[in-house]
């Protein structure tokens, strides 16, 4: 059973809307990260977290914001989304996240389509 | 140039039958860590095993094993005795030394799809 958990499992947002999705884990991780995945494609990193600040940001547009408010929790604001961000959206987790070589346990991801 | 290779895009085997999902790496890093994850349809990505660099012995965990050599660079996965169950996508990822600060080092393949007829 996945401790890492994804809310909501399905979403669907017009360009105009703001919308949130969340993670959190039960696992005294300090890492959280943030991945968008495309159909048939590896997940591509966006955001991590360690010890409750943003260490790595893989230039992503603005139209994401993640937030961390501690470190069980994860959020990633969305606005103004293009309908080419419609994607899988992973949350993973991590003992520290000091470096990227611990292992990453990911939750069941937020299915995202933008209209 | 890739980082992570997973040649075979796509696999088909009958069940029972024993398969290999093949991982070739690049790295100049003398530590680094290689994983295995499996992604079922239903979307999450399931840790399977993740082996450092100084370790070349080779793992079993029940009907699934890695052989890992690093003349070749290759951190091979079979599973043995196919199931139905094990129809998914596999993926292979490389993380490099932790003494570097700056962005991402860690880089998934491309994936293998596997499908295992009944």
């Known amino acids: 059973d996945t401790e890492v958990t994804q809310t909501p499992k399905h979403l669907v947002m017009g360009m105009t809307n703001k919308k949130s999705l969340k993670c959190e884990q039960h696992m005294g991780h300090r890492a959280m990260y943030w991945y968008k995945q495309k159909a048939k494609k590896p997940p591509e990193l966006m955001f991590v977290?360690?010890?409750?600040?943003?260490?790595i940001n893989e230039s992503v547009p603005s139209r994401f914001s993640p937030e961390c408010p501690n470190s069980s929790l994860l959020n990633l604001h969305l606005h103004a989304l293009q309908p080419e961000d419609s994607a899988l959206y992973l949350c993973?987790?991590?003992?520290?996240?000091?470096?990227?070589?611990?292992?990453?346990?990911f939750g069941p991801g937020t299915r995202l389509t933008v209209l | 140039a890739q980082k992570v290779t997973q040649a075979q895009t796509e696999i088909s085997v009958v069940e029972k039958e024993d398969v290999t999902l093949d991982c070739v790496y690049e790295?100049?890093?003398?530590?680094?860590?290689l994983f295995w994850y499996k992604q079922p349809p239903s979307g999450e990505l399931v840790f399977l095993i993740r082996?450092?660099?100084?370790?070349?012995q080779n793992e079993i965990s029940g009907r699934y094993s890695w052989n890992f050599q690093k003349s070749t660079s290759s951190f091979n996965f079979t599973i043995t005795a196919s199931q139905v169950v094990d129809s998914a996508v596999y993926f292979c990822?490389?993380?490099?030394?932790?003494?570097?600060?700056?962005?991402?080092?860690?880089?998934f393949g491309t994936g293998t799809s596997l499908t295992v007829i009944p």
């Open positions: 990822a490389l993380s490099e030394s932790s003494l570097k600060n700056t962005g991402n080092q860690f880089y």
């Open positions: 977290y360690s010890y409750e600040k943003l260490s």
């Open positions: 993973a987790s991590s003992r520290d996240g000091l470096s990227l070589s611990d292992t990453q346990y």
């Open positions: 790295t100049r890093d003398t530590t680094y860590y």
């Open positions: 082996r450092n660099s100084f370790d070349e």
